[in-house]
């Protein structure tokens, strides 16, 4: 069972049921990050950015099993946890002291 998986607007590399999901930052995002060394430079900035928040966001952010209503729902994140976890996640892309709120 090794069903490519693209998901809408990320441009990374295909995803299979055998990848891991822990949350670990793959080997694939370590040579994506060398390969775009220039992250913030030249043209199309604000889309450079905002990929880079993606993937960042795809590689790192933890999935967890969650119950609402008597059902378990493995690997996924609440949206609370989305917004936590880049609250956190964007000071690190955006730069000149602006404050980011909720």
């Known amino acids: 069972m090794s069903e490519a998986v693209r998901l809408k607007g990320y441009r990374g590399p295909l995803l299979t049921l055998n990848d891991n999901f822990s949350g670990d930052a793959s080997c694939s995002s370590k040579k994506r990050a060398d390969s775009e060394e220039n992250l913030f430079e030249g043209q199309f900035k604000a889309t450079k950015i905002w990929n880079g928040i993606l993937n960042r966001f795809h590689d790192t952010m933890p999935l967890k099993r969650h119950r609402r ?12 946890e989305a917004v936590d976890f880049l609250l956190e ?5 955006i730069s000149g002291g602006r404050e980011i709120t909720r």
Request: aromatic share 24%; with cysteine.
């Open 69 to 80: 209503q008597f059902k378990t729902y493995e690997a996924c994140f609440t949206g609370k």
């Open 89 to 93: 996640e964007l000071p690190s892309f």
